[in-house]
């Protein structure tokens, strides 16, 4: 009975767990959701410099501030 409930747990858990589970985006690049998020944010200020929206000073202050390095 108690293996039952505990396969049951297992099941729900991997079943009803978060979207990047189960389209396997973080699992895929071995990335933390957390760190997932700021490579989000950096490829958006990379975007944004690449089309002139941010000077080269905005762009490495934002960098900094990300706690990323510059390119």
Do not use: C
Request: proline residues 3%; without cysteine.
């Amino acid at each position: 009975m108690t293996a039952g409930i505990v396969l049951l747990v297992i099941w729900a858990v991997r079943s009803f767990g978060s979207k990047d589970r189960r389209d396997g985006s973080a699992e895929d690049t071995g990335l933390l959701p957390a760190r997932a998020a700021t490579s989000v944010a950096r490829q958006t200020l990379d975007e944004r410099y690449a089309k002139g929206e941010l000077t080269t000073e905005q762009y490495q202050e934002r960098l900094t501030v990300l706690g990323e390095t510059k390119p």
